[in-house]
């Protein structure tokens, strides 16, 4: 079972996950968007990064991991 969360409130944790990653300090998420057709689950992406003075393969390795963490614990609320 994984806890609802508003689109502000998922970007905001997804955002701290990812610059508590080694080498992502700089790295930011500025949204999350709802995968089209999923109602339940991982039903959200991350679709851009901001790198800022991170190196592409620190963040890509890092994107991947959040989301894969935070999927198992939080999902996208309906309309949102």
Known sequence: MTTGKSSAELTQIADAALRSQPGCETASVPAVRALPNIREGRNWEIPNVVLGDSLI??????????????????????GD
């Open 57 to 78: 393969s620190d963040v890509d390795r890092a994107v991947m991991s959040v989301h894969r963490r935070l999927g198992r614990k939080y999902h996208l609320l309906a």
